[in-house]
């Protein structure tokens, strides 16, 4: 069923020259193998180099809105970052990221599940990406930020064991997982559930929850940015940078004049486009 989803008209694909420009970005000087050692090179790479944001959403939010929302297409989401150091939420990376897998010549397939916290839709609410190497699943998910590809096999429980960015998946019985990370603004476990009646979906679908993300969501109203590092995880949003750590997290208040320097100092995002986000909205719904 994942092969008839993967191979549609509409389908967006990688041109092999911009497939050449990200990797020369993500540093490599030649084309990874398409085997696990391969994957997790790729992977490791992205979740240093490319953010968990909204910037580009927000931008979005501040124009007339008479094209898709920005981002959705894996080809504009890719040339955004190579041009000017910007990510995506869930639904633009993860497009991102199961188009640069097929391109590498993995053989990946789309998914959805629901991240699980208050007050927030529940049913397909995060997109994800599964690549399969010698019969075992991997999670090649930007959001996650593991460093690492998590195997999923049935039955077993599993753990990237990399530190602040571990990823660990628990079986259910009825097949799935649920899958625990850490992100830069919560001290706690963040639970993610696989939803097998979404695996595989296709780059339709993936734009359609996009869309219902951009009517109800943590995202649309109030700048939030976070990158991975080795050893650390900085967030910036509210006024506030919070950098996570294995001692905890620091809070630094920001000033608004200061934002712009972090922005491109910290997260690598162009001048021009910092210029372009628009300011917090009053009473914004954020996700801290």
Same mark, same amino acid.
């Given at each position: ?167 660990? &998946? /628990?079986?259910?019985?009825?097949? !799935? *997982? ?8 919560? #001290?706690? =476990? ?70 712009? &320097? /972090?922005?491109?100092?910290?997260? !690598? *995002? ?8 628009? #300011?917090? =909205? ?7």
């Amino acid at each position: 069923m994942s092969s008839v989803l993967a191979i549609t008209a509409n389908e967006p694909r990688l041109s092999p020259e911009l497939v050449e420009r990200v990797l020369a970005k993500l540093g490599f000087e030649r084309r990874p193998s398409v085997d696990l050692e391969g994957l997790n090179e790729v992977y490791g790479a992205i979740c240093s180099r490319i953010p968990f944001d909204n910037a580009q959403k927000r931008i979005w939010f501040a124009s007339d809105r008479q094209k898709p929302a920005t981002g959705s297409d894996p080809v504009e989401f890719f040339e955004n970052w190579l041009k000017h150091g910007t990510g995506g939420t869930c639904w633009p990376t993860n497009g991102g990221m199961y188009a640069l897998a097929s391109a590498l010549g993995f053989h990946a397939r789309r998914t959805a599940g629901s991240v699980i916290v208050p007050d927030y839709p529940q049913g397909a609410n995060h997109g994800s990406v599964l690549v399969e190497i010698d019969g075992v699943e991997y999670v090649f998910d930007l959001p996650f930020g593991a460093f690492k590809a998590l195997p999923l096999v049935p039955g077993e429980t599993a753990s990237t064991e990399t530190g602040i960015h571990n990823l660990r &998946a /628990v079986p259910r019985d009825d097949g !799935g *997982f649920d899958m625990y990370w850490h992100l830069g603004w919560a #001290p706690m =476990e963040i639970p993610y559930r696989s939803e097998p009646e979404h695996d595989p979906v296709d780059h339709a679908f993936f734009l359609k929850r996009y869309e219902i993300a951009n009517r109800v969501g943590y995202f649309n109203t109030t700048l939030l940015a976070m990158r991975r590092f080795a050893d650390s995880i900085i967030t910036l949003g509210r006024g506030k940078k919070l950098v996570n750590t294995e001692n905890g997290i620091e809070t630094v208040e920001i000033a608004t004049a200061q934002r712009k &320097a /972090v922005l491109i100092e910290e997260f !690598g *995002f162009s001048e021009e486009v910092v210029v372009m986000i628009p #300011p917090d =909205e009053e009473g914004g719904v954020t996700a801290f």
